[in-house]
């Protein structure tokens, strides 16, 4: 995939963006891009998460995090 940062820039879908900061797979700095290229997106570094950090024994925490942000005003378009 290459989705470059003026494409990602039209993306107007409410975006969390969740990135565990131990995952071997995927580079931190890849969210933070993603993060910086989407407007009105949200990152959450799960602390000592890996790939796929949503599972498992950070899955509550996830669903809290998730939950609060669906809970937020939409941003004004």
Do not use: C, K
Not at 1 to 10: C, E, I, Q, V
């Amino acid at each position: 995939m290459n989705f470059t940062p003026p494409l990602l820039g039209t993306v107007r879908a409410r975006t969390l963006l969740v990135q565990g900061d131990q995952d071997p797979l995927y580079p931190l700095e890849l969210s933070v891009e993603l993060y910086r290229a989407i407007p009105a997106s949200r990152l959450w570094v799960v602390p000592g998460g890996g790939h796929g950090p949503i599972f498992g024994e950070q899955r509550e925490d996830f669903a809290r995090t998730a939950l609060a942000f669906l809970e937020e005003p939409a941003p004004a378009a």
